[in-house]
């Protein structure tokens, strides 16, 4: 088994018509109404904000991504109008039971022109000590592990950016240029 855990890593863009300057993703992300997260995927379950015991942001997601169900917890890495990195030690739940896998997702925003936003949205899984005991208990190679982990993130990443763009488009064009960052 090679050193490097990679499960997926998948990235997709969706162009919004708002200016930058209007974005700020990080208020967006923490104050999604959880009825607006279950609209941007089928796949979306709940969402919800909370802190960890020190006191950092944290966005809670439920979704299921292939055939499973996953918890996450992202932590407030960098949050920032135009980028939000959110980690998570997310619990993964399958019909062979409970491991662990560790997400990295990156929203970003780049500006196109003066009324064109380019948002993009990255999202890298790996495997966490425990997900390498639960695949070899199983008899499931971290090989087959990530080429079912990439075609489900891939596919997810694809239904979830645009709305996600959307949602975020739609939360600027709501927002007056004095409270923008």
Known sequence: MTSDRRLSNSTVTAIMHVPLKNVNIADWLLTLPDAEYQRCSHAHIAAGTSTTDDGRTMSINVETIGDALIVQHYVAEVKEPALCRMVSISDAISKNGRTKVKVEWTLSARK???????????????????????????????????????IASDAHNREETPNFAASIERYALKRSPEDSH
């Open 112 to 150: 196109i022109n003066d009324q064109t936003t380019e948002y993009t949205n990255h999202i890298r899984a790996s495997a966490a000590d425990e997900f390498i005991a639960f695949i070899q208990e199983h008899g499931i190679t971290l090989e087959q592990a990530a080429a079912a982990r990439q």
